[in-house]
């Protein structure tokens, strides 16, 4: 499991929204069309850009408001794996601590390179740091 967080000087109600409004997550994160925030609800959606190369399809597993939101992580177009991102909102004292775990990474050995830990990790630290720089511009 790969685990990164992050401490965002918002309420966690704040957080939430940008991590659960269509709207809001197209402006840091991916425009997700078919988004909706219900357990059990799929939702897909590409990389940024015109390329389409890389085909994401998740389904939501947990909610619990302003505190926890789970949800698979596949990549149907490259391998038959499945995984699991969970967000987790802590807040105190006025900030909030945001922390993103992804587990079973290693289920996308079938995909190639791209897929390693390693690229994750990066992936997700960058995008912590723009949901940190959007929320707080």
Sequence with gaps: MISTKVVIKEAAEKIWQALTEKDQMKEWYFDIPDFELKEGAVFNFYEPGEARQFHHRCQIKEIVPFKKLSHTWTHPSHSKG?????????????????????????????????????????????????????LTV
């Design 82 to 134: 499945e995984s699991l991102v969970t967000w987790l909102l802590k807040e105190e004292n006025g900030s909030t601590e945001v922390t993103l775990q992804h587990q079973g990474i290693e289920n996308f050995t079938d995909a190639g390179p791209e897929f390693a830990a390693e690229s994750y990790q990066i992936g997700w630290e960058e995008l912590l740091a723009m949901l940190k720089n959007y």
